[in-house]
């Protein structure tokens, strides 16, 4: 079962930052939370993951609060383009067994709109 | 650079029938993987590979067999379709530390 918890969807206007949240209240001390974000029926796309601290890449940013309960995936521009599922999955980074499975859950369905 | 690559991208089989779909990745990757993901929901691990002549079971792996021969190529065989196989299958690949790359993808009907 994944082990994360995220609204079925969200609507954002486009040029706003789109703000999506993630509950991983049972994560462990080597768990690492990871983003991505399903198009249309294309495979899915890594965008981002993190430990405990804030990250940032070229696509998003990713925030996950002290306790590491939750974390937040803030896309800084919306486009039309980032219309998607996103996914957040929490997992084991050196993996050699099945703690290190991607286990996707249902995701947020993001809507951009103009 | 062709990434992850996916061999059919659509298929259509009837019950009882055998197939096989090929995965295969240029990135020198150690981990590969099959998902399926049916309508509505999120991608579902079958099998995976944590290198070439390992494989092992996901969540759901019945009715579905693997093999990793070469490091670049996992196959996932189907060898008595049923329509309840009637999926989008979806391999990936990653190294240990990184994300996974996935490919576009194979649409399998079983009728």
């Given at each position: 079962d994944a082990k994360t918890t995220q609204p079925p969807s969200m609507d954002c206007a486009e040029g706003r930052a789109a703000n999506l949240p993630c509950n991983h209240?049972?994560?462990?001390?080597n768990e690492y939370v990871y983003w991505y974000r399903q198009i249309h029926s294309q495979g899915p796309q890594y965008i981002i993951h993190g430990l405990k601290n804030n990250e940032t890449n070229e696509m998003a940013s990713l925030i996950i609060t002290e306790d590491r309960k939750s974390s937040t995936l803030i896309l800084p521009h919306a486009t039309l383009r980032d219309t998607a599922v996103y996914y957040c999955i929490v997992r084991?980074?050196?993996?050699?067994?099945?703690?290190?499975n991607l286990i996707f859950g249902k995701g947020t369905k993001l809507s951009v709109k103009p | 650079n062709a990434g992850v690559t996916q061999t059919p991208k659509f298929r259509v089989l009837k019950t009882g029938q055998s197939m096989t779909l090929l995965c295969a990745q240029d990135?020198?990757?150690e981990y590969m993987y099959w998902y399926r993901q049916d309508p509505g929901m999120g991608l579902r691990l079958i099998h995976y590979s944590v290198g070439e002549g390992t494989t092992a079971k996901g969540e759901v792996p019945d009715g579905y067999n693997v093999s990793r021969l070469k490091k670049q190529n996992f196959l996932l065989g189907l060898e008595s379709a049923a329509p309840s196989q009637t999926s989008v299958y979806f391999c990936a690949s990653s190294l240990r530390q990184r994300g996974a790359f996935f490919g576009q993808g194979t649409r399998l009907t079983v009728v």
């Open positions: 209240s049972t994560i462990s001390g084991v980074k050196n993996y050699g067994g099945s703690q290190g | 990135m020198n990757h």
